[in-house]
């Protein structure tokens, strides 16, 4: 708008002071008044006065200037809030309790009242209001001794696995993530629902809830070793840092912890240590080395994995191979990280295999010679349709 002064007749002005007029009411559009704990109200500037019907009535100071025209003080009634009047309400409480305290000379005065700031903001449908003021803290209840609830994050689904006070596994939960083709405000709406559920477990068994420490440059690098391109790109920065924000936010509501844990390695230790044992995905597998990790389980590699081990993949099958031997003046996370190297080149030599048994596979199957009709290929079972009726086939003897 300030660079249409330059070309007015082009944006629709006539004159130069048209286009002025125009400006200044774009820069008047909003105004912000704020508050402090030892004023009245918590802001001198702006009293907000509760009424039985469930509004507030606004009373404003008026600026000197404008004083002779309007008053010292311009009431708004019928000031309506869709949320959280309940907080405002209890700031106003606290206020008020703080000047009865100091009335009376209390020396508690000192710790009651909080600050209430509005913000006014002019659009085209009108004047609104904006109240800012601080939460009370709800005190926190989750207690890891108890056990955790560890969440691993995928491109279409979140992980969650529920511990004993001894890291075991005693439930798993699959939350629904889709969010390719949803908009912004319907991601959020379906990312507000799956954190609620993993919340409200949370307030239920009094546990923590652990998520990994990861941008989300690291967590695409992950999904791209531990499944594939496609899956990597479902998953993008908006959904993944609004998970982050709304399970926080929503925790601190309801007093519940939210611990974030170095995420080094938990597919590949889930994989090998826990999925074949509890019969657990790879992506359970690495939620439960999640909420493991935040109680400082041990991570070494099982007794019984001294051969060759059979891991699953992410096609619904297993690679076979062996472990290296550990370096025990080592940190156990050097074994992982060759566990790690060793795994990526088995698994990639499996893809490889099986491509080739496909194309070959392909090759040699081709259509029957002789036969009318479409070309039978991998639908046969033997010389049979596998899908046509033993009826059709059997001879009389």
Request: proline share 5%; aromatic share 8%.
């Amino acid at each position: 708008m300030f660079n249409a002064q330059f070309n007015l007749k082009a944006n629709g002005y006539k004159s130069f002071e048209q286009w002025k007029k125009a400006w200044q009411k774009a820069r008047s559009n909003q105004f912000i008044l704020i508050g402090s704990k030892d004023e009245t109200a918590g802001n001198q500037l702006c009293v907000a006065i509760p009424q039985e019907d469930g509004t507030l009535t606004l009373q404003i100071r008026m600026p000197d200037a404008l004083v002779p025209k309007h008053g010292k003080y311009v009431s708004i009634a019928g000031v309506k809030f869709e949320y959280g009047l309940d907080i405002i309400e209890a700031a106003l409480d606290e206020n008020e309790a703080r000047r009865f305290l100091k009335k009376i000379k209390n020396a508690q005065s000192k710790h009651y009242g909080r600050a209430i700031t509005y913000r006014f903001l002019r659009d085209k449908k009108g004047w609104r209001v904006f109240v800012s003021t601080a939460r009370p803290l709800v005190p926190i209840k989750s207690l890891k001794h108890i056990g955790t609830i560890g969440i691993d994050l995928n491109a279409n689904h979140i992980a969650l696995v529920e511990t004993d006070r001894f890291g075991n596994p005693i439930e798993t939960e699959t939350i629904p993530l889709n969010t390719v083709g949803l908009s912004k405000s319907q991601t959020e709406a379906l990312i507000g629902e799956a954190v609620k559920v993993i919340v409200e477990r949370s307030e239920k068994t009094l546990k923590p809830v652990v998520i990994e420490d990861l941008d989300f440059s690291q967590k695409k690098s992950v999904l791209k070793e531990n499944s594939s391109k496609k899956n990597a790109r479902m998953l993008n920065s908006f959904a993944y840092t609004k998970f982050r924000q709304f399970i926080e936010a929503r925790a601190l509501k309801s007093g519940v912890r939210v611990y974030k844990v170095n995420p080094a390695f938990t597919s590949v230790i889930g994989r090998v240590k826990y999925a074949t044992r509890y019969g657990l995905t790879v992506h359970h597998a690495a939620a439960l080395v999640i909420a493991r990790r935040l109680c400082r389980f041990s991570e070494r590699a099982p007794s019984s994995c001294k051969d060759e081990i059979f891991i699953p993949n992410n096609k619904g099958g297993h690679v076979t191979f062996s472990l290296p031997v550990r370096n025990r003046k080592k940190h156990v996370w050097s074994f992982w990280r060759r566990v790690s190297r060793k795994l990526k080149s088995v698994v990639h030599v499996a893809r490889v295999r099986a491509a080739e048994i496909t194309d070959r596979s392909n090759q040699t199957q081709g259509p029957l010679v002789g036969t009318k009709g479409p070309p039978l290929s991998r639908t046969l079972t033997g010389a049979i349709p596998a899908h046509e009726p033993l009826g059709n086939t059997a001879r009389p003897a």
